[in-house]
């Protein structure tokens, strides 16, 4: 389903990420914890091609990209709408309402007809829990409303995989629930997930698999039970036991 071959990223002299190898099965859940400067994020802007890699291969449902050479933006754009991009700011049009926001990117990228692309635009936003406030502005909306709206449009285009970016942490507490909910509900309904998070309990409950970064690689990725329970690295265990 996903396939990372050597992976890296070099931000001027900063080598960020250092050769990931990593592969997620369809319909699984990832969940990547680590300190933060380990290199989470960046690799998932790299999936999302929102970072062009320095090196490596990323293969996504039979799509692949090789940034060993030039790769045609075309290519980058056809390969973007595999994945939907779930950020921590909610990055939602300010001047537009969620049913539009949540339109916008079928209407623009897709050439969806409009009609077609509000239908399905509001069959998500009560996906989401939301479905009484398809006219409401963000301003109008709590943080957890409009992260919800955030992930109602990443579904909007119909992704193979979601890509979650820390998306409950610029929330108040009592906000966290509504969007985990929304993502236990989706990674029940089978879609495939990536999910940066420092939401240890969302990760327990929900991941077929958790990694851990640091330094820019993966230092260790097993089930749940066994890196909360039973972490084979000393790094691991002296992270879990700094924020645990």
Request: with cysteine; glycine share 8%.
């Amino acid at each position: 389903m996903i396939s990372i071959k050597g992976l890296y990223k070099q931000f001027g002299q900063l080598e960020v990420l250092k050769g990931i190898d990593l592969q997620v099965e369809k319909g699984n859940v990832v969940v990547v914890i680590g300190p933060s400067g380990s290199g989470k994020t960046t690799m998932l802007r790299c999936l999302n091609v929102l970072e062009t890699p320095t090196k490596g291969v990323i293969l996504i449902e039979g799509q692949s990209l090789d940034f060993s050479k030039a790769v045609p933006k075309r290519s980058v754009a056809s390969f973007r709408r595999l994945t939907g991009m779930v950020f921590q700011n909610y990055n939602l049009f300010p001047h537009k309402t969620a049913i539009e926001n949540v339109m916008e990117g079928p209407v623009i990228v897709k050439g969806v007809d409009k009609e077609v692309a509000r239908k399905r635009a509001k069959v998500l936003l009560e996906k989401v829990g939301l479905g009484d406030k398809v006219s409401y502005y963000p301003a109008q909306l709590s943080g957890g409303q409009q992260q919800r709206v955030g992930i109602a449009r990443a579904l909007a285009m119909e992704p193979e995989v979601m890509l979650f970016d820390e998306p409950t942490s610029a929330l108040d507490p009592e906000l966290v629930g509504e969007v985990l909910k929304v993502m236990k509900d989706l990674a029940q309904e089978g879609m495939t997930m990536i999910v940066v998070t420092h939401e240890m309990r969302f990760a327990r409950e929900v991941a077929d698999e958790v990694i851990f970064m640091d330094g820019g690689v993966i230092v260790e990725r097993n089930k749940p039970e066994e890196i909360f329970t039973n972490p084979i690295e000393e790094r691991t265990r002296k992270f879990l036991n700094m924020i645990q």
